[in-house]
């Protein structure tokens, strides 16, 4: 594998993992903003954000 790719890989990681932080951030704020219902969409792409980190990350290292 090259080095460019490898580097690719860690970037789009930290993406999914900065996108997750994001995601549960605004979720939160939602939640006290305007009650649970208007947040769930947010909390949801949280766990689509996290599970493609974790899946890219497992897939990364075990590449390596």
């Keep these: 594998m090259s080095k460019v790719s490898k580097q690719l890989k860690i ?15 605004i979720a939160t704020y939602e ?10 969409p947010f909390y949801a792409f949280f766990f689509l954000a ?3 980190y974790t899946s890219r990350r497992k897939e990364r290292l075990k590449n390596n």
């Design 50 to 52: 996290l599970f493609f």
């Design 11 to 25: 970037v789009l990681e930290y993406i999914w993992l900065t996108t997750a932080i994001m995601a549960i951030g």
């Design 31 to 40: 939640t006290y903003q305007t009650g649970f219902k208007s947040a769930v």
